[in-house]
Structures are given as structure tokens and as C-alpha cells.
């Protein structure tokens, strides 16, 4: 049986890919609210960031801190309009 290494900007596009869904389904059915593209695509711009910053600074290219910071940043994005 071959088992492929799942690359690591694989790993956190999924994080990033899930946590956009999650947005848009808490603000469109469960709070119902309309907000801004900037706001929704908050986790998309923290992995813009890791793209960017794991090429410039290698030592900040640790894939699980990556994802708790989009997975945070959606829960705070959520909690912030939800108050």
C-alpha cells in the first residue's frame, strides 16, 4: 500500500477551505447577518499570511499553530458580530 505525505499547504488550504464554509454558514442561516467580503474572508487573509511568511522567515512555518490561528480567527470573527 503507497501512503502519500499530504504537503502542508495542503493541510492548512483545507483549515482555511472549512473555516470559510463555517463563516458562511453561521452568518447567512444562523445569525443572519449580511456583512462585508473582508469579514467573511478573514481566514483566507491569515493564510495569505502563512504563504507569505513561511517563505520569508522559516522558523514561523509550524503547521499546527497555522491552523489554531485561522481556527481562532474565525471563532473571534463570529463571536465579534454575534455580540
Not at 1 to 20: D, F, N, S
Not at 38 to 44: C, Q
Request: charged share 10%; net charge neutral; with cysteine.
Amino acid at each position: 500500500m503507497v501512503v502519500m505525505k499530504v504537503p502542508e499547504e495542503v493541510k492548512i488550504a483545507i483549515v482555511t477551505a472549512l473555516c470559510l464554509i463555517a463563516n458562511a454558514i453561521v452568518f447567512k442561516t444562523v445569525l443572519y447577518i449580511q456583512i462585508n467580503y473582508y469579514v467573511l474572508y478573514s481566514p483566507l487573509w491569515v493564510f495569505i499570511v502563512y504563504m507569505i511568511t513561511r517563505t520569508v522567515k522559516p522558523e514561523y512555518d509550524d503547521t499546527i499553530y497555522w491552523a489554531l490561528i485561522i481556527v481562532i480567527v474565525t471563532i473571534l470573527t463570529i463571536l465579534a458580530y454575534a455580540y
